[in-house]
C-alpha cells in the first residue's frame, strides 16, 4: 500500500508545524491561511494531540490520517489495543477478520501476530483513512474491505479469529449498552460467527454486567474486565468452539490479575467490628465491577465490613488466607492502615478531624456523596489521609479514617 494523504503538500506541512498548538486559536486564524485547508488541518491536528495521550505509537509515526473526533473518541486505547493483542497471541491462529474495522487500531495490533488479515468496514470514508494508515504502519498481509459486516461473514471463508467492536450507537445517534441495542447485535449473530471462527473476540460496554454478557452470548470462554488507571474501559469476551464446562473470568487493572472460573461459588464472609490497626482493603476497578465478593474473602483470607459495603478487613498481623498463606498480601487492590473511626456525631467528629485539613474522601453505601460529605466535614482534597464513609452490617453511618499501606 502506498501512502496517500488526502491533502496537498501546503496543508500537510502546515499540519506539522503548527500541531502543537491550540486548535481554537488556529481556528480564529484561518483568515491569516488562505491558502491552507484549515478544516481538514484542525482535524489532523486535533487528531494528532488527541493520539499522542490515546495512541502514542500512532502518534510518532508520519503520515498518519486522522477521522473526525467522534471516531477518535470511540477507539480504543493503545493500553487496551494491546491487551486484545495479548489474548489473540495465545489464542493463536492463520488468519483473522475485524468485522467492525472503525479507525483500525485494535486492527493494527492484533493483525501482525497473523499470516492474513482482514478489515471490514462499511464507512468508505474510514476504509480510505485505513488504507493509507495501515501503509504508514507498514502492516503486512492486511486487507480493507468496504461493505456490510453481515454480508461479509455470509461468505467469508472459516478463519482462526473474528474480532468485533460493535458501535454503541442506537438510530437517533444515542449512547447503547446492551448488546442487542448496538450494531452489529452480536447475540444475534453469535451461532454464524461460531460456525466462521475458531474463537470470536468482542469488545463490549464496561457498564455491562459479565453474567449477562455470558447468559447473552454462546460458548464464552473467556471474560477479561479491563480497567486503566482505575477507570473500567471495556469489558471483552471471547467465544470459542471448544467445549466449555466453565467461563473464565480475568479482572486486570494496570497489569494486576485476578482472575477466577466462574462456577466458583463462596458466601461472603462478614466481620464482627471494625477496630483501629486493622487494615482496610478496596479492591480494585475491575475486581469491583466483577462483583465476586464471596470469592475475594475466600482467596485472600478477608471480610467484608458489611454486605454491601464492598470494604474489606484483616487484622494488620495476622492477613493469613484459610490454608495459612499471607495471600492478602497480593489483594487487587488498594490496602490502607485504620487510624481511627467516627460516627457522625459532632463532637466524635471534632476529635476525629483534630489536626486534619485535607483528606481524601471516598463513600460506599453511604447515604451522602463525597461532595456531600467533604462540605459537611469542612475539609480540603488530597493529602495523606484518607477517608471511607459507610455503613456496618448493624446500620451504622460510620467514617474510618486511613493512611495508605505498601
Known sequence: ??????????????????????????????????????????????????????????????????????????????????????IARRLGGDEMVDLTG?????????????????????????????????????????????????DYITAMPHVSLIYLDPARRNA??????????????????ADALLSKADNVMVKLSPMLDWHAVVGQLKQVAEIHIVSVRGECKEIIAVMSNKELTSTRVVCVDDGKEFSFESSEKYLQQIAVDVRS?????????????????????????????????????????????????????????????????????RHELKAFLVDVGHANIAVRNFPMSAVELRRRLKIADGGDNYIFATTTEKGNHILIMCKKSG
Request: glycine share 6%; hydrophobic share 40%; with cysteine.
Open 172 to 189: 437517533k445517534g444515542g449512547r447503547a449498552y446492551a448488546i442487542t441495542d448496538c450494531q452489529p447485535d452480536v447475540a444475534q449473530l
Open 102 to 150: 472503525g479507525l483500525g487500531v485494535d486492527f493494527s495490533f492484533i493483525s501482525p501476530l497473523f499470516r492474513r488479515s482482514v478489515y471490514v468496514e462499511k464507512d468508505e470514508q474510514l476504509c480510505h483513512i485505513a488504507k493509507n494508515n495501515f501503509g504508514a504502519l507498514n502492516l503486512k498481509g492486511v486487507s480493507v474491505v468496504c461493505g456490510d459486516c453481515c
Open 277 to 345: 490497626g486493622m487494615m482496610l482493603l478496596e479492591p480494585n476497578a475491575s475486581v469491583m465491577k466483577s462483583g465476586e465478593w464471596g470469592l475475594i474473602c475466600h482467596r485472600f483470607g478477608v471480610e467484608a465490613i458489611a454486605e454491601n459495603s464492598h470494604l474489606f478487613l484483616c487484622d494488620k498481623d495476622n492477613h493469613h488466607a484459610p490454608d495459612g498463606e499471607q495471600k492478602s498480601l497480593d489483594f487487587p487492590g488498594r490496602m490502607f492502615e485504620i487510624i481511627r473511626l467516627s460516627s457522625m456525631n
Open 1 to 86: 500500500m502506498v501512502n496517500d494523504l488526502p491533502f496537498d503538500v501546503k496543508t500537510a506541512h502546515f499540519i506539522a508545524t503548527h500541531r502543537d498548538e491550540d486548535v481554537q486559536k488556529l481556528a480564529f486564524s484561518s483568515k491569516k491561511h488562505s491558502d491552507i485547508d484549515m478544516s481538514v488541518a484542525i482535524q489532523q491536528i486535533a487528531g494528532w494531540q488527541q493520539a499522542r495521550q490515546k495512541i502514542p505509537s500512532w502518534a510518532a509515526v508520519d503520515g498518519i490520517v486522522y477521522p473526525p473526533h467522534l471516531n477518535m473518541e470511540q477507539c480504543s486505547s493503545e493500553v487496551t489495543a494491546r491487551y486484545k493483542a495479548d
